[in-house]
Nanobody, 122 residues
Framework: QVQLGESGGGLVQAGDSLRLSCVAS?????MAWFRQAPGKEQEFVGA????????FYGDSVKGRFTISRVNAENTVYLQMNNLLPEDTAVYSC??????????????????WGQGTQVTVSS
């Protein structure tokens, strides 16, 4: 079992940057960020393997967002640059406790945080 807690969300203007953090209560393997905007389906944002050697991004955030992790701190980060109004959503981190291949699929992550709101004004 592991608990996840996100922080770093807020209200920003288009073009601004934010860094989200997700702290796990214990050791994790793959970690990922997903987001969900009101009235829309959950969307994959990015995922990172435990070693950081494998990283995936969703198409809508490539080149703007960077996922990273510090295992000694059980923390994964999401650096979001050049934010757009369409990035407005609740961002949730997720984790796997097994060493399976990195995935973009939400149901393959068994542990989730409560989410943090990111709002980007135009």
């Amino acid at each position: 079992q592991v608990q996840l807690g996100e922080s770093g969300g807020g209200l920003v203007q288009a073009g601004d940057s934010l860094r989200l953090s997700c702290v796990a209560s214990g050791r994790t393997y793959a970690m990922a960020w997903f987001r969900q905007a009101p009235g829309k389906e959950q969307e994959f944002v990015g995922a990172i393997s435990r070693t950081g050697s494998s990283i995936f991004y969703g198409d809508s955030v490539k080149g703007r967002f960077t996922i990273s992790r510090v295992n000694a701190e059980n923390t994964v980060y999401l650096q979001m640059n050049n934010l757009l109004p369409e990035d407005t959503a609740v961002y949730s981190c997720a984790a796997r406790l097994d060493n399976s291949p990195l995935s973009r699929v939400a149901y393959e992550y068994g542990y989730w945080g409560q989410g943090t709101q990111v709002t980007v004004s135009s």
